[in-house]
């Protein structure tokens, strides 16, 4: 409602991170047009940057974030990827840290280099 919205804005500083679903993450997408109209909702009772997160998993999700918002953030995707890195023992495959450059370089191109 907007006087929780208006109390937690006043007490924000640096940027605003909007989770665009409830749930556990990584499990759901938020749809482009209910993230468009929390941030416009946003922007009209702050100046401060707004990142998204929740559901952000591709390279295409962090474009249309991008679009709409000042910042994506994506945090299951790159877990998922760890996790897929580690051995039995829990240990690091040697190509852990090739595998999760990759993956979020390949994020970072959705935004284009000119949001770099």
């Known amino acids: 409602d ?3 919205l208006k109390q ?3 007490n924000s500083s640096g940027f ?3 989770v665009s679903i409830a749930g556990i993450t990584g499990t759901q997408s938020a749809t482009a047009g ?3 109209q929390a ?3 946003l922007r009209q009772h702050t ?3 707004i990142a998204v997160g929740f559901g952000i998993n591709t390279a295409d999700q962090v474009r249309q974030t991008g679009e709409i918002a000042d910042g994506a953030v994506v945090g299951s995707a ?3 990827e760890i996790e897929e890195n580690l051995d039995d023992s829990g240990a690091a495959k040697p190509e852990l840290l090739d595998r999760v450059s990759r993956l979020v370089s390949g994020l970072a191109g959705g935004l284009g280099t000119e949001r770099l």
């Open 2 to 4: 907007e006087k929780r």
């Open 8 to 10: 937690v804005l006043r």
């Open 16 to 18: 605003i991170y909007y």
């Open 34 to 36: 209910a993230v468009d």
């Open 39 to 41: 941030v416009t909702t």
């Open 47 to 49: 100046d401060l940057p």
């Open 78 to 80: 790159i877990i998922r």
